[in-house]
Nanobody, 122 residues
Framework: QVHLVESGGGLVQAGGSLRLSCAAS????????MGWYRQAPGKQRDLVAV???????NYADSVKGRFTISRDNAKNTVYLQMNSLKPEDTTVYYC????????????????WGQGTQVTVSS
């Protein structure tokens, strides 16, 4: 089994910064893409940023220039540095990882973290 554990959420004033972390653990052969998503109550889960195993990145237009995604492959961890936060960034953030298991290397499985709340006050 694979588990993703997020940390780093919290309350910050508008214009401030937060750094989210998500560590994957368990039976892992390798991890392909890792990403961050966010979901407001009653709405769909939207992509915030994604990073491939080759460190190519993609961002939602709403966060470009403010958020930076990075990863540490040795630690199976993905980070999201969030700067210039706005009240509209307030919601729950989820990490995602496309994991290749040692026993099934022809496939990748999608795992989600439990979510971490980010609240930006005006």
């Amino acid at each position: 089994q694979v588990h993703l554990v997020e940390s780093g959420g919290g309350l910050v004033q508008a214009g401030g910064s937060l750094r989210l972390s998500c560590a994957a653990s368990g039976s892992i052969f390798s991890i392909n893409a890792m990403g961050w998503y966010r979901q407001a109550p009653g709405k769909q889960r939207d992509l915030v940023a994604v990073i491939t195993s080759g460190n190519s990145t993609n961002y939602a237009d709403s966060v470009k220039g403010r958020f930076t995604i990075s990863r540490d492959n040795a630690k199976n961890t993905v980070y999201l540095q969030m700067n210039s936060l706005k009240p509209e960034d307030t919601t729950v953030y989820y990490c995602n990882a496309d994991v290749v298991l040692p026993s099934q290397r022809a496939f990748e499985y999608h795992y989600w973290g439990q979510g971490t709340q980010v609240t930006v006050s005006s």
